[in-house]
């Protein structure tokens, strides 16, 4: 195993030894490549080659807060006036060299001429469905916006846009953004890779978006864990107006449950979390695991009528969805017990 970092020098943390990033105190999520073979054998549910949407056109600026779906982890978020895009990927395919990976199942549902402009990008990690280089270039050609992200990730984006504004730091790092927002890194249940060799070597994690127009609570890709993360989150940050948690990509769970959420699971973090407002991400663009396209959402209704809790407090969110949320306005979503 190599002995050095090929994207970092970081003095060792609680969750980096001075070679790669961990998740302490949760289950591992590295697996071998036994393992990945045995998934592959077993993986036999299809999808549909494509899905219809209808795209939505969004205005430049927002006085209070609102989502815009355009699939899989990008969403734009749009509060008091600031532009915020999460984990940017209009590319057709996600994967090396754009002919490579998993094709989308549903166009943007924002087509990229008519984004409005940007500001900051959070980027979660490094997986391909989450940092696309190409996106990442043609939005700082455009608007040359701030990205916040882990450490590491920046080592990445540079090689590709030499002049890309990037800040990053760990978890609990903080940053100060236009019109009075912050946004801070926080922990997620993850992994990191590019290739072959460079394991959990660059560092994952969520986001904490506050704004003068509510609270944004941003997930990036994360396993429940002990679900300890979500708790000290709701301790730390307060609650929640509109919190963006991945229900898909979960099957089958001996082999995601580490790094994977799955709706039942999801629904745990948001009463975690007490959010007000949940969206689900991460489902329906790509196939990247086994369950069928359209049991996320089933998943997630059944999830929720178990706890109690009213379906439109908690949505899978759809390409092309615009969701509007009022901080004042309180949901069903409760606490855990």
């Known amino acids: 195993m190599t002995k050095r970092n090929r994207y970092v020098t970081f003095p060792p943390t609680e969750n980096f030894d001075g070679v790669r990033f961990a998740n302490p105190g949760h289950p591992g999520t590295d697996r071998s490549v036994r393992d990945l073979f045995r998934w592959q054998r077993e993986r036999r549910v ?64 924002i087509a990229f001429a008519d984004l409005p402009p940007i500001d900051v990008v959070l980027l979660s990690h490094n997986h391909y469905d989450h940092l696309d280089l190409p996106t990442l270039k043609r939005l700082h050609e455009r608007d040359a916006p701030m990205i916040i992200t882990p450490l590491g990730n920046e080592t990445i984006i540079r090689r590709a846009v030499p002049r890309a504004r990037i800040a990053t730091g760990n978890w609990g790092t903080r940053f100060h953004l236009p019109n009075g927002a912050v946004v801070d890194i926080v922990p997620a249940n ?6 072959i060799g460079d394991r959990r070597m660059a560092l994952w994690g969520g986001f904490m978006l506050r704004t003068n127009a509510g609270l944004v609570y941003f997930a990036g890709d994360t396993g429940y864990g002990t679900g300890a993360i979500f708790k000290a989150m709701r301790a730390t940050h307060g609650r929640p107006d509109l919190a963006l948690i991945p229900i898909g990509a979960y099957a089958p769970r001996w082999f995601m449950a580490a790094q994977h959420v799955d709706p039942k699971e999801a629904v745990l973090i948001m009463r975690s979390l007490d959010a007000r407002k949940a969206l689900g991400i991460h489902w329906g663009t790509f196939r990247l695991t086994d369950e069928p396209w359209d049991e996320p959402p089933r998943l997630l209704a059944e999830a929720l009528a178990s706890h109690g809790m009213n379906r439109t407090c908690f949505e899978a969110f759809r390409p092309g969805q615009v969701v509007d949320v009022d901080p004042r306005q309180d949901s069903d979503a409760g606490s855990p017990n």
């Open 46 to 109: 299809p999808w549909p080659k494509r899905v219809d949407i209808v795209r939505a056109v969004p205005e430049r600026r927002v006085s209070g807060l609102r989502a815009t779906m355009v699939g899989h982890a990008t969403v734009l978020i749009q509060a008091a006036g600031l532009n915020v895009l999460t984990d940017p990927v209009w590319s057709e395919r996600a994967g090396p060299y754009g002919y490579i990976g998993r094709s989308r199942t549903t166009a943007p549902g």
């Open 190 to 195: 993850h992994w990191s890779a590019r290739g």
